[in-house]
């Protein structure tokens, strides 16, 4: 059974609601998944570089614990010619199951096609995304008691995909920034907070220096933030974000931001905690939810060595079950997970252990 977010609501509540809204925001507005005879279909798209062996982790530990879940799978890759023909069956197949699991596809940097990564959401309109950034017991870090979400805008910011040479030697890159995502992003965040009983809301930006892009950003964040008396608000510039992050990461709470922004800052919240091999994702639209690695990298220098930590990915489907809302499955597997890293001991190079994926993912199916 999924969520059911109806509410008690006036026809005059719903009109007042809508016109404050030009684009639908919070969780009660989404369309959730189906489930077909106890069991639901998912797309799963593994991704280049360890892509398949974290996803092969994911299907072992799911298997192991019965979770009533079906994979439709999709060898969607940034490597090859024939992903576009594979990107639309891919999105074909989210459009139908309305929630995925998925690991990072790789983009070329000099030449190819632009990143499908981007093209998915943008084409679902998956606007939101989420990474929790949190310390997991037993694993070494230089800060303690770091717990905070990063909240990216999806959708435009200069991942617009909106630039061209206008001459030889000069490129000309627009950053879009709009009012209505603006504000849908930014109601998110509150919304996350107050769902999560969460104090505070960071609004990270460059308002200083790009006055008209990133002053509408912080402007539309600071007029939505009085919509919710009870969460406290402040500002701050991103250099200065990533300055205060790597001194006093226990400051922040829940933090909201533009694309290109959240690229980075997710990646300086995955070192804080001991890198991305176990930082969570997910991306929320009103219809389709994507969960992947929150700290996007393909790995293709370890791909094939079975070495690769799956906790990232075996993390994003925890959060995709409790999406689901087999909240009893998700804890299961979260416990099982933390229980090897934290008391077992068993991990990978990248947390300075030496265990293969292999023995890894076998540790955590006997914790279940």
Known sequence: MFRSFARQTTLKQVASRLSA???????????????????YTVTLIPGDGIGQETAAS???????????????????????DEGDNLLQGALASLRRNKVGLKGILYTPIRRGHSSFNV?????????????????????????????????????EGEYSGLEHQSVPGV???????????????????????????????????????MKLADGLFLNTCRAVAKEYPSIQHNDMIVD?????????????????????????VSNIGAGLIGGPGIVPGANYGREFAIFEPGSRHVAKDIQGRNTANPSSLILSSVMMLR??????????????????????????????????TTEFTNAVIRNL
């Open 21 to 39: 809204r030009s684009m639908s925001t919070v969780v009660e507005d989404s369309i959730g998944p189906k489930c077909y005879g106890g069991t």
């Open 58 to 80: 994911v299907k072992a530990v799911f298997e192991a614990s019965k979770v009533p879940v079906e994979f439709e799978q999709f060898d969607l890759s940034g490597f090859t």
């Open 119 to 155: 093209a998915m959401r943008k084409e679902l309109d998956i606007y939101a995304s989420v990474a929790h950034c949190k310390n997991i017991p037993g694993i070494d870090s230089r800060h303690k008691d770091v717990d905070f979400v990063i909240i990216r805008e999806n959708t």
């Open 171 to 209: 490129v000309e890159s627009l950053k879009i920034i709009t009012r209505p995502k603006t504000e849908r992003i930014a109601r998110y965040a509150f919304d996350y907070a107050l769902r999560n009983n969460r104090k505070k809301v960071t609004i990270v930006h460059k308002a200083n220096i």
């Open 240 to 264: 200065n974000t990533a300055m205060q992050l790597v001194g006093k990461p226990q400051q922040f709470d829940v933090m909201v931001m533009p694309n290109l922004y959240g690229s980075i």
């Open 323 to 356: 999406h689901l809302q087999l909240n009893e499955h998700a804890d299961k597997i979260e416990k099982a997970v933390s229980k090897t890293l934290s008391i077992d001991g068993v991990r990978t190079p990248d947390l300075g252990g030496s265990h293969s």
